[in-house]
C-alpha cells in the first residue's frame, strides 16, 4: 500500500486524539500527538514539561520553535518511515511551513489532511466532558464514551480525572485560539489539495468509516 502520512485537523474537541489512534492500530503507522508529549514530560517534570504548561493553562499555543523541534526529532525516529499521523500538529501557519521543509529534507511529504468539522456548542460539551485516564492517558467521555465502571480506565484500571485546560473558562479560549491561529491551515491545505473534511458530528465509528474512506482513495 502506499505510504500514509497523515495530519488530523480540526478544533479542540473534534475527535483527533479518538480518531487517531484507532486509524494508528488499523494501518500500524505511530500516532503523535504533541499535546500527548507535552503532558508526559509535564508529568516526568521535564523542563520542557514546566515550559509548556504556562501557555497550556491559559488555553494558548505553545511557541512555534518549541513545537517544531520536537515534532522534527519524532519523524525521524525510524517506526515512522512506514507511515505517520500527526495529530494537534501543526496549529499555525509557521508550524505547516516549517512541517514542509522538515519532510522535504527527509524526501517525503503529507499524503492526506483530515479536518473534523464538528459545531461549537458540541466542542464545548465534548471537552467539558473529556475524562482522562491519570495512567495511561486513554480519553473518554462521560455521556458519548463512558468507561465500563465510573471514574475507573478500562484499560488500565487507572483513575479517570478531568484536564485543568478541559473546565469551561479555558475551553471557550481554545476555541478562540483554534479560530485565529489554526483555521486558516483549512485554506493552507486546501490549495495543496490535501484537505478532507469529515463530519465529525456523527457516532466514533461512523466518523472512523469516513475516515478510512478518504484513505482508502487515491490522491
Ligand atoms: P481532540 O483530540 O480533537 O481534542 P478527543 O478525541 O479527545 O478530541 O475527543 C474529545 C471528547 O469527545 C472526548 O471526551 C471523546 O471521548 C469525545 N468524542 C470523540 N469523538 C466523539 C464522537 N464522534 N461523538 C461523541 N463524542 C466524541
Ligand atoms: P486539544 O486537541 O484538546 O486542543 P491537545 O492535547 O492537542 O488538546 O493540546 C493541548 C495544549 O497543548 C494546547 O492547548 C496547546 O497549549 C498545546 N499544544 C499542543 N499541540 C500544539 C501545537 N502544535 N502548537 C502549539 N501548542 C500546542
Ligand atoms: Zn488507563
Known amino acids: 500500500m502506499d505510504i500514509l502520512n497523515i495530519i488530523f485537523l480540526g478544533p479542540p474537541g473534534a475527535g483527533k486524539g479518538t480518531q487517531a489512534k484507532k486509524i494508528?492500530?488499523?494501518f500500524d503507522i505511530p500516532q503523535i500527538s504533541t499535546g500527548d508529549i507535552f503532558r508526559k514530560n509535564l508529568k516526568e517534570g521535564t523542563?520542557?514539561?514546566?515550559?509548556a504548561k504556562a501557555y497550556m493553562d491559559?488555553?494558548?499555543l505553545v511557541p512555534d520553535e518549541i513545537v517544531v523541534a520536537i515534532v522534527e526529532d519524532?519523524?525521524?525516529?525510524?517506526?515512522?518511515?512506514?507511515?505517520?499521523?500527526?495529530?494537534?500538529f501543526p496549529r499555525t501557519v509557521v508550524q505547516a511551513e516549517a512541517l514542509d521543509k522538515v519532510l522535504e529534507k527527509m524526501k517525503?511529504?503529507?499524503?492526506?489532511?483530515i479536518n473534523l468539522q464538528v459545531s461549537r456548542d458540541e466542542l464545548i460539551d465534548r471537552l467539558t466532558g473529556r475524562r482522562v485516564c491519570k495512567s495511561c492517558g486513554a480519553t473518554y467521555?462521560?455521556?458519548?464514551?463512558?468507561?465500563?465502571k465510573s471514574g475507573v480506565c478500562d484499560k488500565c484500571g487507572g483513575l479517570l480525572i478531568q484536564r485543568d485546560d478541559d473546565r469551561v473558562a479555558t475551553v471557550e479560549k481554545r476555541l478562540d485560539v483554534y479560530e485565529k491561529?489554526?483555521?486558516p491551515l483549512i485554506e493552507f491545505y486546501k490549495n495543496k489539495g490535501l484537505l478532507?473534511?469529515?463530519?465529525?458530528?456523527?457516532?466514533?465509528?461512523n466518523v472512523f468509516a469516513d475516515i478510512k474512506g478518504e484513505l482508502g482513495s487515491d490522491n
Not at 519524532?74 to 494537534?88: E, T, V
Not at 517525503?108 to 489532511?113: K, L, N, Q
Open 24 to 26: 494508528a492500530e488499523e
Open 74 to 88: 519524532r519523524l525521524k525516529q525510524p517506526d515512522c518511515k512506514q507511515g505517520f499521523i500527526l495529530d494537534g
Open 181 to 183: 491561529q489554526t483555521q
Open 58 to 60: 491559559k488555553g494558548l
Open 47 to 51: 523542563e520542557l514539561g514546566l515550559k
Open 108 to 113: 517525503t511529504r503529507i499524503t492526506h489532511v
Open 141 to 148: 467521555h462521560m455521556k458519548y464514551d463512558p468507561p465500563q
Open 196 to 205: 478532507r473534511t469529515i463530519d465529525g458530528q456523527q457516532p466514533i465509528e
